[in-house]
């Protein structure tokens, strides 16, 4: 059948998380993080190196404190959960 164990107007067959109640947008399951921790969390792609070096472009700290509170916080509320954070390298 075309169950909906949660309720939540995803039925169980595309729900991710079908034992808990989460919009449709996100799979059926519930949404983690805020907007404003979502925008955040995207900041994350601009972290930038000095040129030629492995040393942080000072904005990039800024960006990086304010993901490691975002995390922290969702951890808190959520408990443990997986981050993972990935970088690249060029020869510019």
């Known amino acids: ?4 164990k949660d309720k939540d107007g995803t039925i ?3 729900d991710l998380c079908p034992t808990v109640p989460g919009p449709k ?3 059926g399951c519930p ?16 972290v930038l190196f000095e040129f030629g070096k492995a040393d942080l472009r000072p904005e990039s ?3 990086l404190d304010q ?3 975002v995390i922290q916080d969702v951890s808190r509320k959520h408990g443990k959960i997986k981050v993972r954070l990935e970088g690249h390298t060029d020869d510019v």
Do not use: C, F, M, P
């Not at 059948?1 to 909906?4: A, C, P, R, S, V």
């Not at 949404?31 to 601009?46: D, M, N, P, Y």
């Open 1 to 4: 059948g075309l169950g909906d």
């Open 12 to 14: 169980d067959r595309d």
């Open 25 to 27: 947008t996100n799979k």
């Open 31 to 46: 949404e983690l993080v805020t907007e404003q921790q979502k925008q955040i969390i995207e900041q994350a792609s601009r």
């Open 61 to 63: 700290l800024i960006i």
């Open 67 to 69: 993901l490691a509170t």
